[in-house]
């Protein structure tokens, strides 16, 4: 059975709709304003707006499709399965060279080099050097501490998607000038041209 088999693709993952009754994380918004905020595990409003609480979201009317960890990582972090499966092998068995990893693995050299030099430059990672006994030196890779990773990678996610809200913000208000502009033509090309890809 492959990968793909086992998890299904993202298209036929059934839909999800945000239960606040249920969630590990919580929706809020300023009663006055358009301020929203996400809170994890929490359950008190995570902070005030015009001095006031805020309310969680309870009536959400959008659905989406639920992530998986293999996509979350890949958009957030950059890093796809062969990453995931570099990191998880330092962490169980590190401190590891790249060459214990690629064999422990069966990836190419190359690709576990860079896979764990971009886990450095995350935090996930630690690299050292290490005495060899016939003379010279290799580095090796280590788990940074579990609850300090826990806290980076909750971190680094939260910068990707307060980045990824902003880009939402910013094409609702985009449209709606345009709208407001034509009111009689539809939505052309231009409105993606305010976007372009990296």
Known sequence: MTTDERDGSMADREEINYDPASSRYHVYECPD???VVLALGRDEPPMSCHGESMVRVTDPDITVKPPDVKQVL???FGLPKA??????????????SANEVAETLGYDRSTVT??????VDLGLLRRSELNREGGGVVNVYH?????????????????????AAALIEDANITKQEYLDENPNRELPDIFWEAFPDD
Do not use: H
């Open 114 to 119: 860079r896979y764990l030099n971009k886990l």
């Open 74 to 76: 890949l958009q957030a």
């Open 33 to 35: 304003c358009d301020n």
């Open 143 to 163: 788990s940074i501490d579990l609850e300090r990773m826990r806290r980076e990678t909750l971190i680094g996610f939260y910068v990707w998607a307060g980045e």
């Open 83 to 96: 990453g995931l499966d570099i990191c998880l092998c330092v962490i169980g068995d590190g401190p590891l």
